[in-house]
């Protein structure tokens, strides 16, 4: 029986995917690197392993030192941080608040499985903090997304089993890292970036307790 979710931050409870992907194509235009997708490619993925992509595909991989790459990768978050200042609850994505409610309710565990460092700056500009006492701190993972690792931690926070819990996801790397954790993957978004998915959503809207449900049993 389900009866914890894991939950990552950008694009699934909030849309600050799309500030991610404009402060990296800032980055990548300044370095000359032409990334066609380059939004999709970084959804999910840690900020150096981020640059290091970005770099790789300019071929540029061993032009920077790691000092240099530090520099790069503070300088887009210095972009990043900029985009996000304004945030509030406004920006919860369509359903989300009720669906955080309703698992609440309903006694479900919650936690947070993001990537960022920035999520807890998020979660409080966005008032979502309450629900999420159990957060993975990325600072201490060994693997990104598509690795499992930060399912598998988001699991043992709610002392539950990976089989008892659904991660949430709108990036194909934590899509993977769901399905190697051995929980029950919701994809949200695009069906065929997420086609490896347990379950798709097209948008937020329709992440609902009795949808997931629904596809469950279905
Ligand atoms: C993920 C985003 O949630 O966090 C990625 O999907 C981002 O695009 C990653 O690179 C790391 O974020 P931050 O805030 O630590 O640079
Ligand atoms: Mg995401």
Not at 5 to 15: A, N
Not at 151 to 156: C, L, R
Request: proline share 4%.
């Amino acid at each position: 029986d389900i009866k914890g979710f894991v939950f990552d931050l950008d694009g699934v409870i909030t849309d600050t995917s799309r500030y991610h992907a404009q402060a990296w194509g800032q980055l990548a235009t300044k370095l000359g690197v032409d990334y066609p997708n380059l939004g999709d490619a970084v959804k999910g993925i840690s900020r150096m392993d981020a640059l290091e992509m970005i770099l790789q595909k300019g071929g540029l991989e061993n032009n920077y030192t790691a000092t240099e790459k530090e520099a790069l990768a503070t300088e887009k978050n210095t972009n990043y941080v900029q985009l996000i200042q304004n945030m509030s609850a406004k920006d919860i994505l369509p359903g989300m608040a009720a669906f955080l409610a309703d698992l609440k309710r309903e006694g479900y565990g919650i936690a947070l499985a993001s990537a960022s460092k920035n999520a807890p700056t998020i979660l409080a500009k966005i008032g979502l903090q309450d629900y999420f006492t159990k957060t993975v701190d990325p600072a201490t993972l060994q693997h990104g997304k598509p690795d499992p690792e930060i399912f598998i931690k988001g699991a043992q926070l709610l002392d539950l089993m990976p089989a008892q819990c659904i991660g949430l996801e709108d990036a194909a790397a934590g899509i993977a890292g769901i399905n190697a954790a051995g929980e029950t993957s919701v994809g949200i978004g695009d069906p065929q970036l997420l086609h490896a998915a347990a379950i798709n959503f097209t948008d937020t809207s329709q992440v609902t307790l009795a949808n997931i449900q629904q596809a469950m049993n279905g």
